[in-house]
DNA sequence: TTCATTGCAAAAGCTTTGCATGTGT
DNA sequence: ACACATGCAAAGCTTTTGCAATGAA
């Protein structure tokens, strides 16, 4: 399960288990969609869990880290996170040498089409990005 | 040409032509590539040129809304721009009901791609992005 | 002349950090 | 006990804004 992953990578790290960094991953964990720092901070407060925003900003990139959180860039120009679980999608990366397949996600691109369709007032239903090149191998 | 673009811009919406908007705009005409605002400053201020920061923030969001330049997500956090010009290709929105094909350019889009492609140390050549799903007049 | 624009410096908003205190291991 | 973590408040950065002075039309 999500929390005992991080918990594993904090030990396996030498960090050590706190209270406040569970209550931020089981904040996390109850969460959907993407969240910024602050965001975050705010819920615990409001929940009456005692964990101060340095503590927040510092635990983030612990998370990001041990692959549970991503990071997804914003318009504005606050940082902003997700699960990273929360998608399991992925588009690829196709070599024209040898024909490789790479496998990749990434939550801003996802992000970023949904507000090019919601400009257009177009409904997404589907998308196909292919990106073809040469691989590692290939281009040498 | 782009300078008198800009400065026909301002005339219509009734802003003035001034000085300092018009070396804010020599100078991002021979620049390439991304800049933020702050390095758009500092190259203003090293060629002797006088405009303030103050100035030089004031007068992006003209550029933006003239249609000069164009706002790039970054992973730090400053704003990034780039001129609209830069690039010429276009990803579609295709309706799967009617069949009607919308073209958009997403300068973010692209930066983003080609960062997924370092990271997997693959040498792009082209990309082919199609999203599938229902037209403004289809969704209804 | 008139009203937008400028520069400066102060303010604002998000994030990081120094330091004394507290706490897992 | 030791090293790391926490909270607080101060500091850092980027960006915005108030205001008096300046300048384009």
């Known amino acids: 399960m999500e929390k ?35 965001e975050l901070y705010l ?10 925003r340095a503590s927040v900003y510092r635990t983030i990139p612990l998370l990001v880290e041990s692959g549970l959180i991503e990071q997804v860039e914003r318009v504005d120009k606050h940082a902003h996170y997700e699960k990273v679980s929360e998608n399991s999608h992925h588009d ?9 397949v790479i496998e990749f996600y990434s939550p801003t691109l996802e992000m970023l089409q949904d507000e090019v369709c919601a400009k257009e007032k177009f409904k997404k239903v589907r998308h196909n990005l292919e990106i073809f090149g040469y691989c590692e191998n290939c281009s040498r």
């Open 4 to 38: 005992q992953k991080f918990m594993d990578f904090l030990s396996l790290k030498g960090f050590k288990v706190t209270r406040e960094r569970e209550e931020i991953i089981n904040e996390i964990l109850t969460m959907k969609g993407h969240f910024d720092p602050d």
């Open 43 to 52: 819920r615990l407060k409001t929940k009456g869990l005692k964990v101060s």
């Open 92 to 100: 690829h990366l196709i070599c024209i040498k040898c024909g490789k």
